[in-house]
C-alpha cells in the first residue's frame, strides 16, 4: 500500500481505499484464435498494446505449435510493455521498439516501420481508433483479438460503503451499470476519454476526470476533486470535449505518407 501513489492521497485526507476489480481479463482459446482466420507467419511485426495481449500471443504459438521466427519485430505501445518481452524472448533493441504511451507517439512509431506487415493485438472490446487510423494511412496490418475482458465478482460490493468510484475503462463502465444500474451513484472519477464517453453516454455523471493538464493521473483527479469537496466549493460536471488536435495528427501524417509515396526513385528520375 505505501507503494501506490494512492497511499499519500489517504494520508492526506484521512480517506480509505479500496481496491475491487470491476473486471478481468483473459486470453482467448485457441479455437477462438483460429477462428479468426489470421496466419501469424505471415506478419513481420506485432503490435502490442497490452502484458495481457503479449501472455496471450505466445500461449497461442505455444499451443498451436508456431515457431516465431527470430526477425519478428515487436512495436510495444510503452517500455513495460516492450520489458515485459523478455519473460519469452531475448531483449534486442533492434528487434523491440516503444511508444511513450500515447496514441500520436504509438503511430508515429508504427509510421517508421511502414514497410513491415503488422499483426494488431486487441482486447475485446477496445478502442477502434488505433485500427482505424492504421486504415485511413493505409499501412498492411490484420487486427486480430487475443483477449477479452469479462465482468468481476462484484457480488460482495455494496455501493453505500463508497463516496467515490475511480473508473479505468468503458468495460468498467459497462461492468458498473449491469451490475448496479445508474441511480443513486457515489460520486464517479473516470481515466481516459473512452471512460468518460461510455459513462456520458451510459447516463453516468462525472465529477472528475483524467488525464488533462491539471490532472495527467487518477490520483491527481481525485486529489483536486477532494480538495473541493473539503473546501466546500461546488463540483461541476465533467463534459466531453472532441480532440481536434488528433484529427489533425492524422491528417498530417495521411498527408506525409502520401508525398513520400509519389517520390520517384532517384534511378528512374535519371531515365
Not at 21 to 39: C, D, M, N, T, Y
Request: hydrophobic share 40%; glycine share 4%; aromatic share 8%.
Amino acid at each position: 500500500m505505501e507503494k501506490s501513489p494512492f497511499y499519500e492521497l489517504s494520508q492526506k485526507y484521512n480517506v480509505e481505499i479500496a481496491y475491487k476489480p470491476f473486471i478481468r481479463v483473459e486470453g482467448v482459446s485457441l479455437k477462438e484464435f483460429r477462428a479468426q482466420r489470421v496466419e501469424i507467419l505471415t506478419h513481420t511485426a506485432v503490435i502490442f498494446t497490452s502484458r495481457t495481449t503479449v501472455d496471450s500471443f505466445f500461449h497461442i504459438c505455444e499451443e498451436a505449435r508456431i515457431t516465431v521466427p527470430e526477425t519478428m519485430k515487436y512495436i510495444c505501445q510503452t517500455e513495460a510493455v516492450a520489458l515485459y518481452l523478455q519473460k519469452y524472448i531475448v531483449y534486442r533493441k533492434r528487434k523491440i521498439s516503444f511508444a511513450d504511451g500515447s496514441f500520436t507517439s504509438l503511430v508515429e512509431l508504427i509510421i517508421k516501420h511502414k514497410e513491415e506487415k503488422f499483426l494488431l493485438s486487441l482486447s475485446e472490446p477496445h478502442k477502434p481508433e488505433l485500427p482505424e487510423t492504421l486504415s485511413k494511412l493505409k499501412l498492411s496490418f490484420d487486427p486480430v483479438i487475443l483477449a477479452r475482458t469479462v465482468a468481476g465478482e462484484l457480488d460482495d460490493v455494496k455501493l453505500t460503503d463508497y463516496d467515490l468510484l475511480a473508473l479505468y475503462s468503458p468495460s468498467d463502465v459497462k461492468a458498473l451499470i449491469e451490475k448496479f444500474g445508474t441511480d443513486n451513484l457515489p460520486a464517479v472519477a473516470v481515466f481516459g476519454e473512452g471512460t468518460l464517453r461510455a459513462a456520458l453516454e451510459g447516463g453516468i455523471t462525472v465529477l472528475a476526470n483524467a488525464p488533462r493538464p491539471e490532472a495527467p493521473s487518477m490520483v491527481k483527479a481525485i486529489d483536486l476533486y477532494l480538495q473541493k469537496v473539503q473546501k466546500g466549493e461546488p463540483i461541476e460536471p465533467v463534459e466531453l470535449i472532441a480532440d481536434a488536435r488528433k484529427e489533425e495528427f492524422i491528417r498530417s501524417q495521411q498527408h506525409k505518407l502520401t508525398k513520400k509515396g509519389r517520390r520517384r526513385p532517384a534511378s528512374e528520375s535519371r531515365k
